[in-house]
């Protein structure tokens, strides 16, 4: 259908529309028409992705100056396939509204794991391995010595893009990964490169987050995206974490003696050079001397080792004196390493900060900081000059490489934490360096300031208010939308006590009490005797999970629960979980009804859906807070506190509770959709806790079912359910949550909309 | 940690022998602290690897796992102890630099042992050379160092602070949630007033406080420096302080108060009607009415109408004689007039 929204035509691809896309489309032109950041949380399963879509798609028909590029960003690499759905039926809807062949070209981009079509190295299982063998395959010296001696192999479909691929763009259309493939295939070049090289001037471009928040990779992909581009960061209520993966270095023992082996590497290969091709070598120093930047860089394939974020006037300077030389370098990164491993050898907890460091390492083995910021630069330079083919040994020297140039160039917003072993084996030494970024707004900083406009989006992104916080950003547009419903087809319930009246909590004092145990066995019976096909339970970590599961057994309770319904445990173990997961989906599938045991934070929470009889109740066993222990959450609740004025507390609430609140929307994927949402911790009643939950589920959390028993909570099930399962046909949504075009241009739905746009 | 770590004289390894210490002398190569006490018992002796002669006063616990970077860090101290020029002693960043190749080459010669004797020369005709400016730097940190250590005192200063600060605050709060309850429950014992009005005021007390709280911790981290800005670019109020704060009240002067004087306005011609009188007067007839974006912005088609009758109307007495009212006026029209006239 077509819609006026706020005097832009936009095509919508589907006969009916939600009214809250309606408002999202609102809000969202008012973000663009402002050119500023905005912030949307709208429930999971009422059509974010194409609410995006059609609006964006329509403002850059419309304004074709003011926004040239769409890029949309995902997390993994289904969900980047589901995007590229919902933009070909949006393009396909254009093409017969309008009649006539879309100007618009969207694709989507993956590592080169996803994308290579070379048939030897697309066999390969490890993505490392494939960007190694690639790189051995591409790079701009191995092709020129392929030019001076045929047996060198390399890869003929990049020589085919290379020849003509960059002549004929990539004619107007959507691509998915496979048809990127397949495009490659018939024209015999390389999909990925394509791809690297179309995004530049493609009108809407889907990938991973990570190919612009983190700084490695943004720098060789992302750099020449335009100003004028708007980004989407797609359930991204966990950017602040993404961000600070993308910072943060580990380094263990093990990494430590693998780069001495690469070190050695480096040494012989240097000494070999020397004897036969010194030229080379001396080409490089002269080109450090005159403190030029490297021209080779240029070259797309040798993107493999890039330096993490520099100031730009650190980049202009000539590389130090010291590290100018092959040898000397080499022998410096022995010093940095070996003095690591030293740092290594401590008997208790070490925490730092980067200041504390730089003056270790300059007292104990003379090292200053500006080499140390070089590090990254040079080694690539190096690993150039030496023209490595196989570069998946360097990644460990990489990484030291990228933690000494991190560790010289911040001073603040990071820490060091040097952990002799574990907290759960202490007697195992097993040292690790964490370098630790506690500031997420280090990494998404160039993306806000380089794009007019970055959306952030997700179903949970309550409370909204902390984002704009952790992320040090200022939003124009900061809205919740609720889900509108012709039924109440939520229904959560905060369980505060057992039959017994003893509280139910997953506090730590009372974790382990046998009857809290057995209140919550009670209450997943109960609820599993009551409730129709599956059922999700999430706990607050595995091993909670598993103590919890181990005293069920010896109360008899598992074995009540299987009376009812099948029983599969989430694991540690991807493998087992997935099938775990496979069969649970095969028992409510034919009707047995099963029960899923899986953690928060855990992949089930993650990124699997529970729609209709795969979830009708979802139990969150205690308040999913993080391990509060860690060193490295210390430090950054510490940090928050000082530069933030985030109470600690509200921190660690505000992050449970979008974990509790992204495990309850696991039960509910769209409006025909109903499931239980039960909350099983004391707790949750607090107005702190609550009123952190988003407002969608808010909004149907009453205040009589907020201290609820179990007896109480299986009794408003039951009544529940029971009106739930009545027939329910599109025509009893329409008007109410559903629009056609007319109840939507009705006099009365626009004053409904203006009062929601105005409540907000 | 370090099984592996072998001594080469004795073979002992650290997993037999947990304590086991390896040490180095000049030459870098390792020996354990038995086999050290053994082979120089005499104070001084060979090294049973490479055979040149040390002394046991020189031996030095290994501090790291590859012997050889033992002896580099000590050379490398020695050398750097002598060549400490700074970035300030050059001219520019290029000599600098070289400078530092210089420095480094020489100490990579003399731990691989290349060309001891030019090396040697080179270290002794730099220290003459420079002799003044050795010993000046030495007593003086280079800039970075000081950035160092500033940043580190600055460092523990505000850790002091914060620590102390916000302990301190959460204390206080838990204590006024502990009093706030206690005086509920007192009022609810003893007052005659109506339980529901009491707890209503008392939840009442409680929200002002805690709407009290976060500005408090806002002031308590004040000082902290905040980006001023929108994401599109537009100045936040007075930022540095907190969000929601007002702009301060500009002082007053004791000036005469402020009268408004209506403007007289020169206008030429016949008075056009008011704007509210246009309707009446079936002005809009002719003139396109605003559409539904327009009047969103606050446009009427009013606006526009008595514009273009203001225009139509102003200037038609205008006669360059009559215009000579004022002074002021008069310079400002007769250019205008004189550019009427030649046109």
Redesign the interface.
């Known amino acids: 259908m077509k819609l006026n929204v706020d005097g832009l035509l936009v095509y919508f691809p589907y006969d009916y529309i939600y009214p809250e896309q309606f408002s999202y489309m609102l809000e969202l032109k008012r973000a663009l028409d402002a050119k500023g950041h905005c912030l949307l949380e709208m429930p999971s399963g009422t059509g974010k992705t194409t609410t995006l879509l059609s609006l964006i798609v329509a403002y850059m028909k419309a304004h074709p100056l003011d926004l040239t590029k769409l890029v949309y960003c995902s997390r993994t690499v289904p969900e980047i396939e589901k995007v590229m759905e919902e933009l070909r039926k949006l393009m396909n809807y254009y093409e017969k509204e309008m009649g006539m062949e879309q100007n618009i070209l969207g694709l989507a981009l993956s590592s080169r794991k996803n994308l290579c079509i070379h048939p030897s190295v697309s066999k390969e299982r490890e993505g490392k391995v494939v960007d190694g063998r690639c790189y051995s395959l591409t790079a701009s010296f191995v092709r020129a010595r392929h030019a001076a001696d045929d047996a060198i192999p390399i890869c003929e479909f990049y020589e085919g893009f290379d020849a003509h691929g960059k002549e004929f763009p990539l004619p107007p259309g959507v691509y998915n990964l496979d048809d990127l493939k397949e495009y490659g295939q018939m024209k015999g070049w390389c999909p990925y490169f394509l791809a690297r090289y179309t995004i530049t001037h493609a009108n809407i471009v889907v990938y991973s987050y990570h190919y612009l928040l983190d700084p490695k990779i943004a720098e060789v992909v992302s750099k020449e995206i335009t100003k004028t581009s708007v980004v989407v960061f797609d359930e991204a209520h966990n950017i602040d974490n993404v961000c600070i993966d993308s910072m943060s270095v580990k380094i263990t023992k093990r990494l430590l003696d693998k780069c001495s082996n690469s070190i050695q590497l480096l040494e012989t290969t240097i000494s070999n050079m020397k004897e036969n091709d010194s030229k080379r070598l001396e080409k490089e120093y002269k080109r450090l001397v005159e403190g030029l930047r490297d021209a080779t860089i240029a070259r797309e394939t040798d993107m493999a080792l890039v330096n993490p974020v520099l100031p730009s006037e650190v980049l202009e300077e000539a590389v130090p004196g010291t590290i100018r030389t092959a040898e000397h370098f080499v022998a410096f990164l022995k010093r940095v390493v070996e003095y690591v491993k030293t740092r290594l050898r401590v008997q208790h907890v070490v925490q730092e900060s980067p200041a504390g460091f730089l003056r270790d390492i300059h007292t104990k083995v003379c090292i200053d900081r500006k080499p140390l910021r070089f590090t990254a630069e040079r080694l690539a330079s190096l690993i150039r000059t030496l023209e490595i083919s196989d570069l998946t040994d360097f990644s460990p020297l990489v990484t030291v490489s990228h933690f000494a140039t991190l560790v010289s160039t911040y001073t603040k917003g990071f820490t060091i934490i040097i952990e002799p072993f574990e907290d759960r084996a202490p007697t195992v030494s097993n040292p690790i360096l964490y370098f630790s970024c506690l500031d997420s707004s280090i990494a998404i900083k160039p993306v806000f300031n380089r794009f007019q406009t970055v959306v952030i989006t997700s179903g949970t992104l309550s409370p909204l208010d902390m984002y704009p916080k952790i992320l040090d950003f200022h939003p124009v547009i900061m809205t919740s939308f609720t889900m509108t419903l012709a039924r109440p087809c939520i229904l959560p319930m905060i369980v505060s006590k057992g039959n017994d009246q003893v509280a139910m909590s997953s506090r730590y004092e009372t974790r382990e009490d046998t009857a809290v145990i057995r209140n919550y066995g009670n209450l997943l019976v109960e609820i599993a005797a009551a409730v129709p096909d599956g059922i999700v339970c999430f706990f607050t970590s595995y091993l909670y999970l598993e103590t919890i599961v181990s005293s069920w057994y010896d109360q008899g309770i598992i074995d009540q629960l299987q009376r009812h319904k099948l029983l599969f445990i989430e694991t540690q173990d991807a493998a087992e979980t997935s099938l775990a997961l496979i069969n649970y989906i095969k028992a409510c599938d034919n009707g047995r009804g099963a029960v899923l045991l899986s953690v928060a934070r855990g992949k089930v929470s993650e990124g699997i859906d529970f729609d209709h009889h795969l979830g009708r109740a979802v139990l969150m066993f205690g308040i999913p807070y993080v391990y509060t222990q860690s060193r490295i959450l210390r430090a950054r609740l510490e940090y928050l506190r000082d530069q933030f004025q985030i109470r600690e507390n509200d921190f660690l609430t505000f992050d449970a509770m979008r974990h509790a609140a992204q495990c309850l929307g696991r039960c509910m994927r769209g409006k025909t959709d109903y499931g239980i949402m039960v909350l099983a911790d004391k707790r949750f009643s607090r107005a702190d806790k609550r009123s952190k939950l988003p407002k969608w589920i808010q909004e149907h959390l009453k205040d009589t079912n907020c201290n609820l028993s179990t007896e109480e909570c299986v009794q408003t099930c039951k009544r529940w359910l029971r009106q739930m399962a009545q027939p329910f046909s599109r025509e009893d949504q329409l008007g109410i949550s559903l629009l056609t075009l007319e109840q939507l241009q009705s006099e009365e739905m626009q004053k409904k909309i203006q009062q929601r746009a105005q409540g907000i | 940690?370090?099984d592996y770590q072998t001594c080469p004289k004795c073979k002992t390894t650290k997993y037999r022998n947990p304590a086991m210490i390896l040490m180095v002398n000049a030459c870098g190569h390792a020996l354990c602290e038995s086999c050290v006490e053994l082979l120089f018992a005499k104070g001084s002796g060979a090294c049973p690897e490479c055979k040149c002669p040390l002394r046991r006063n020189n031996f030095r616990i290994q501090?790291?796992?590859?012997p050889a970077?033992d002896k580099?860090?000590d050379i490398?101290?020695r050398i750097?102890k002598e060549f400490n020029k700074r970035q300030e002693d050059f001219p520019t960043?290029?000599e600098?630099?070289?400078?530092?190749?210089?420095?480094?080459?020489i100490i990579?010669n003399l731990?691989f042992d290349i060309d001891p004797t030019n090396t040697n020369k080179m270290i002794d005709n730099y220290k003459k050379e420079n002799k003044d400016i050795t010993q000046k730097n030495r007593n003086r940190q280079s800039q970075?160092?000081m950035e160092?250590?500033e940043?580190?005192e600055a460092?523990k200063a505000?850790q002091c602070e914060?620590a102390n600060l916000?302990v301190n605050a959460e204390l206080e709060e838990k204590k006024q949630k502990h009093k706030a309850r206690e005086k509920l429950i007192d009022e609810l014992m003893f007052s005659d007033a109506d339980a529901k009005s009491i707890v209503a005021s008392h939840a009442q007390a409680t929200a002002a406080l805690a709407k009290e709280q976060?500005k408090a911790?806002?002031q308590?981290?004040s000082g902290?420096v905040k980006?001023s800005?929108?994401?599109?670019g537009i100045q936040?109020g007075l930022r540095g302080h907190h969000t929601n704060s007002f702009l301060p009240i500009p002082k007053q002067e004791d000036l005469p108060l402020y009268r408004y004087t209506a403007p007289v306005f020169d206008y030429d011609g016949p008075p056009p009607p008011s704007i509210e009188m246009l309707g009446k007067l079936n002005y809009f007839a002719n003139i396109r009415a605003a559409n539904i974006?327009e009047r969103a912005g606050g446009y009427t088609e009013a606006m526009s109408c008595c514009r273009a009758l203001q225009e139509a109307m102003g200037g038609l007495f205008y006669s360059p004689q009559s215009t000579h009212k004022t002074a002021v006026l008069a310079t400002i029209s007769t250019e205008d007039t004189d550019d009427m006239e030649t046109t």
């Open positions: 940690m370090d501090l790291f796992e590859d970077v580099e860090v490398r101290k750097l960043l290029r600098y630099n070289d400078y530092l190749e210089e420095v480094e080459t990579f731990v970075e160092e160092l250590e940043l580190l460092e505000q914060k916000y976060p911790a806002a308590a981290g902290v980006s800005k929108f994401s599109s936040i974006t």
